[in-house]
């Protein structure tokens, strides 16, 4: 007799593998592992632990909204893999989320449209909910809504709700690891989470100034949780990333989930690059061109009046010393982001 899916995980841990093998959909099921912690499948992709002593800490980790970045569902499908066969026991309530099973078979970043443009509403804005990606994309939210509203935690306060997005970068990058920090409302930033930050190896940091259609600026907004994406190199096929560039990551995410606290150094601001967002420029015509070589790594500067890209007959030129290029891509659709320009800033005014 085949052997049923909880069996399965128990047996192989390979919750990837299973999802896969079903990247539209999966019947929910659950099952208990050996130390009681519940394992709940609630969709493909989607698998929730909750250990049998709650605790304060509610956390998210999620991968491959962009199919073809290998390196964070190697990390994760490792961590599930582990906390399955009992080899390493969690502390914590854990959701993990592999977002884009069909654009993962696919080897794609995306199978129709960008994922991580389709958050806080935006998949059911202008044509609705059109394409398996803006399907996911609300499920997504509606299960991360689920996951911080249970209520047998809802009771237990103050929570403190993490979403940690997990990606890699299509170019190089000047620095190898960096973190988006969505827009926080005139609210403070953390420096816990710019500590847990470096200890993952990430010391480069763009802080937001406006609401974005991302996964974490959702998980930010909607449910106080602090929320990352965090870009941890460059885009490479399956088996083919160097795991040891991930090592503190790996190793660290594996601290959050099974420590009652992660170990982490004092805040330096020296210790970062910190960056905010000086302007956007976004593709208005098929005419968009940029004006450099298509591998330029990002957090690249040029001299002040540098012709960065052209747009039929608008030009753009670098306005301001330091200013640093980040996700050039000129094949977005029109009226989409093109690239984003950022600068130098500093925290130490709204630092909690
Ligand atoms: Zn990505």
Redesign the pocket.
């Known amino acids: 007799m085949p052997k049923s899916l909880p069996e399965q995980l128990l047996t192989q841990g390979d919750f990837l593998k299973l999802t896969l093998a079903h990247p539209d959909s999966l019947e929910p099921f659950q099952f208990d592992l050996p130390d009681d912690t519940r394992v709940s499948v609630w969709d493909t992709g989607v698998i929730c632990f909750e250990p049998a002593t709650l605790t304060g800490k509610d956390i998210v980790l999620s991968c491959g909204?962009?199919g073809n970045?290998t390196a964070p569902i190697e990390i994760c499908a490792e961590l599930v893999q582990d906390v399955l066969l009992g080899r390493l026991n969690l502390k914590h309530r854990l959701l993990v989320l592999f977002g884009n099973p069909p654009a993962i078979n696919a080897g794609k970043?995306e199978v129709t449209e960008n994922l991580?443009r389709l958050f806080s509403g935006h998949h059911s804005a202008g044509e609705g909910l059109v394409n398996a990606e803006r399907i996911r994309a609300k499920a997504l939210e509606d299960y991360v809504s689920r996951f911080y509203s249970d209520k047998r935690v809802t009771k237990m306060v103050p929570r403190n709700r993490c979403l940690y997005d997990l990606?890699?970068?299509?170019r190089g990058s000047r620095f190898e690891k960096f973190a988006v920090y969505p827009f926080v409302h005139g609210k403070s930033w953390q420096k816990a989470q710019l500590e847990f930050l470096r200890a993952c190896d990430v010391t480069t940091v763009l802080l937001m100034q406006t609401p974005a259609s991302t996964f974490s600026y959702y998980a930010s907004n909607t449910h106080g949780a602090d929320a990352f994406?965090i870009?941890l190199g460059k885009?490479r096929p399956f088996g083919q990333n160097d795991m040891s560039r991930f090592a503190k990551a790996r190793q660290t995410l594996r601290a959050l989930v099974s420590l009652a606290e992660v170990a982490t150094e004092p805040f330096v601001e020296a210790d970062f690059q910190l960056y905010q967002v000086y302007r956007a420029i976004n593709k208005q015509t098929d005419a968009f061109k940029l004006n450099f070589a298509d591998d330029v790594e990002n957090f690249t500067s040029y001299p002040v009046g540098t012709v960065l890209a052209t747009d039929g007959d608008i030009e753009y030129r670098v306005e301001r010393e330091g200013e640093a290029l980040i996700f050039p891509n000129a094949k977005v659709a029109i009226g989409q982001r093109a690239m984003l320009m950022v600068v130098p800033t500093t925290v130490s005014d709204n630092l909690a």
Request: avoid cysteine.
């Open positions: 909204v962009h970045e970043r991580n990606h890699t970068a299509i994406t870009e885009v």
